[in-house]
């Protein structure tokens, strides 16, 4: 099968864009990161780009009259890169341009079993609500917040944990390999939507 | 350790009833069943209390002239029996008496991992939501909705689940020995509340 070209958007650190590539190139990824898309240019993630020969496009929404057109820019910036799979990695903005939305499949991971614990910090939310299990959630990004189709959950035990901080480390722990199997996933076949349901094809 | 007095509250069929006195009979559930309340004269739960020499009590809200008036009632026949723990099994009444709510610590087992998927055919939501991990929460009750704080969860695979009633029935083998396994967390020891967090203290 060939290999699927995505673009990572990423804010920050970019700890998930580093173990995409990581496990890339480890083989277990079948995909290349045709560019590296930011809104912040001191996101330590450009460096991780720069490393790995991966593009890099800083575009920065100060720089545009809406988020509309932001947004567009983002889309033609898909569009020269020839991306099939967009990829968000710490990225901080929500997407509100209809045609970006629109035009690509747009995947977010979310540090939590959603619907449970959506938005910002959600492994002190998990924490501080006494949740005994928590997880990951890959879903496909809509106009909601954290409300897309999920395309992918792995739950973990938190009941041990002494503080949010050590709750964050351990979801992370499973966020970074769970993120680049189901970008793996896009390489390896379609997938259907029944309802909300995401049904991968496998084999197709 | 002695072992902990429960009343069992059930409306219905009783499954999670006779799955908890089959953990006891088998040793792994430290508990006695003082009592059988129920609300319906028609559940088949009554014939597992009797088949297993548990005394009977129906209360019917029909015969009260509120459902405070009644819950007294259930509070009154629990101190009655010397209980320790109530346990609701597939109880379909609100509690709504505060003295009640006050004087017993009350355990339900919920078929979704809270706060996901709240209130009535959860294993349906959660098929119709798309969640690829669902599972079972066991709670401490109080006057809201599945929203007492979190004694025990765990965590199953759903994603190749393909009706709604094959959630439920999957959900429902892991919902049996939960429910006694917590249970028998009650003989082993004491528990503390910080915030909305269980935390079960060992061998005290």
Redesign the interface.
């Known amino acids: 099968m060939g290999k699927v070209s995505i673009a990572v958007l990423a804010s920050g650190r970019g700890s998930n864009f580093k173990s995409i590539l990581s496990e890339i190139h480890a083989g277990r990824c079948n995909a290349i990161v045709n560019v590296l898309i930011t809104n912040n240019p001191d996101a330590p993630a450009i460096e991780i780009a720069t490393q790995n020969n991966v593009p890099v496009e800083i575009l920065e929404p100060k720089n545009f009259s809406s988020r509309e057109d932001f947004d567009d820019k983002i889309k033609e910036t898909l569009d020269k890169y020839d991306v099939e799979l967009v990829v968000l990695a710490g990225y901080m903005l929500i997407l509100k341009g209809k045609k970006l939305l629109d035009s690509y499949q747009i995947i977010n991971i979310h540090p939590a079993?959603?619907?449970?614990?959506p938005g910002v910090d959600a492994q002190t939310q998990a924490?501080?609500?006494?949740?005994?299990?928590s997880?990951v959630t890959v879903h496909f990004v809509d106009a909601g917040l954290d409300s897309g189709?999920?395309?992918?959950?792995?739950?973990i035990d938190i009941?041990n944990c002494k503080t949010a901080e050590e709750t964050a480390e351990k979801i992370l722990k499973i966020e970074h390999l769970a993120y680049a199997k189901v970008i793996d996933l896009f390489s390896k076949g379609k997938y259907v939507l029944e309802?909300?349901?995401?049904k991968f094809l496998k084999n197709e």
């Open positions: 079993l959603l619907p449970s614990f924490f501080d609500h006494g949740a005994k299990i997880g189709p999920i395309i992918y959950q792995e739950a009941s309802g909300r349901r995401v």
